[in-house]
């Protein structure tokens, strides 16, 4: 028989967070409790389908009449509610037509989509990304054929940002370096910027000729839907070119449908459609077009002023679940009699805390305890509830 061609294919490591969902659901132990992937759970630890979403789905369902592909760049009332959503409804970037949205596969296909398109036009660029930074950033990159390189972003002294050692490092970067931003919600660190500190990065692109690229996953879950966009739009509003990436996996709890977009802000409406055009050649050698159901839904929900209220409210209530479930983190360490500070976890933001444990303690957790950490020791504090968070606390409190 003929020898497989494949023969000589090494197995690859398991992916660091979607891996950790495939480990824990092998695992036998009763008491497992999975603070690996950012997926936000209810108290009662299910991961929810919002309300707004079942209705929007309902009223589709009833009035859906065909399966005929999708446009290349996605649904045309989907991309218009992004724009609104990321730049505030009175935007004269949407005023100008100056901004290209396409629907994409959640926030990294939107990543990917982007690095594709920059890799066509600046295959000499290389990518910096924040120290640390999520971990599939550096893969996705590296997969678009970039060299990725990391800028100063987290002060493990202060659990806070090193402001002054990022802006350095990004006046050091040659014209043209596409620099990944977290637009809010930082992850893996939960340690976002200032709006004074944004205002500053934003002044020091105005010079440099880099290309940021924000990566905006997280929309309503710092603070809220506004609040949260002020990079975005800080940007948007000085002129600067620029990629953005947004996802509804999280603030429509959207995971599996992979609903995000991709958005360039250009000078011009002239521009932006030559733009357009050569974004939609790279998702048209990709996957043709992307898939309509959760798009329909994210896009029926925010035309609706009765259904965005609605979604607004359940926004809100993951929001403050979160910061709930920090607060309780922070209380039952205490409690347990843990002595180390982790008093930092209240002041981050978003789904995670970089909680500053040690490889061997996060791996004492999984192999003793069934609780599942990335190897960083980010925690998905959106998977604790009042009843694992005590198995949880009690597990750190033995392992430290
Ligand atoms: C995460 O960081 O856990 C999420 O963004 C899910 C993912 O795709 O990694």
Not at 89 to 106: K, P
Not at 110 to 128: E, I, N, T, Y
Not at 286 to 311: K, M
Request: with cysteine.
């Amino acid at each position: 028989m003929q020898v497989s061609p494949f023969a000589r294919i090494e197995m690859a490591p398991p992916d660091p967070i979607i891996g950790l969902t495939e480990a824990f659901k092998n695992d036998a132990n009763p008491k497992k409790v999975n603070l690996g992937v950012g997926v936000y759970q209810d108290g009662a630890g299910k991961v929810p389908i919002l309300q707004v979403v079942r209705e929007a789905q309902e009223r589709l369902q009833a009035t859906e009449d065909t399966k005929n592909y999708m446009p290349i760049d996605g649904i045309p009332a989907f991309n218009q509610q992004v724009q609104s959503l990321l730049f505030g409804a009175d935007s004269a970037v949407i005023a100008g037509a100056r901004a290209v949205t396409v629907q994409a596969l959640g926030g990294t296909g939107a990543l990917k989509v982007g690095a594709d398109f920059l890799k066509r036009f600046f295959p000499a660029s290389q990518v910096w990304i924040s120290d640390p930074s999520w971990e599939n950033h550096r893969a996705l990159f590296e997969a678009a054929g970039f060299t990725v390189n990391n800028y100063p972003y987290y002060d493990s002294e202060t659990h806070g940002l090193d402001f002054a050692s990022m802006l350095n490092a990004l006046k050091a970067l040659p014209a043209q370096s596409i620099v990944v931003l977290h637009a809010c919600c930082h992850n893996p660190t939960g340690v976002d910027l200032s709006q004074e500190e944004w205002l500053r990065v934003v002044d020091l692109f105005q010079t440099t000729g880099l290309i940021p690229f924000l990566d905006f996953a997280y929309q309503g879950f710092a603070e809220g839907i506004d609040a949260d966009a002020f990079a975005v739009r800080a940007f948007a509003e000085a002129g600067i070119p620029c990629l953005i990436a947004n996802s509804f996996s999280k603030s429509f709890a959207l995971y599996r449908e992979r609903v995000g977009a991709l958005t360039i802000v250009t000078p011009s409406e002239e521009e932006a459609a030559r733009v357009r055009s050569q974004v939609k050649r790279v998702i048209r050698t990709n996957y043709s077009n992307p898939p309509s159901h959760g798009a329909q839904i994210v896009a029926a929900v925010l035309a609706d002023a009765e259904l965005r209220a609605h979604w607004e409210i359940e926004l809100a209530g993951m929001r403050e679940r979160i910061h709930q479930m920090r607060d309780l983190f922070v209380r039952r360490l205490r409690e347990k009699g843990v002595e180390q500070d982790f008093s930092f976890i209240r002041r981050q933001q978003g789904m995670f805390s970089y909680s500053g444990l040690s490889r061997e303690a996060v791996d004492r957790l999984r192999n003793e305890y069934g609780i599942y950490i990335v190897g960083s020791g980010r925690v998905c504090l959106a998977a604790l509830n009042e009843k694992n968070c005590e198995y949880v606390c009690e597990a750190i409190a033995e392992t430290l």
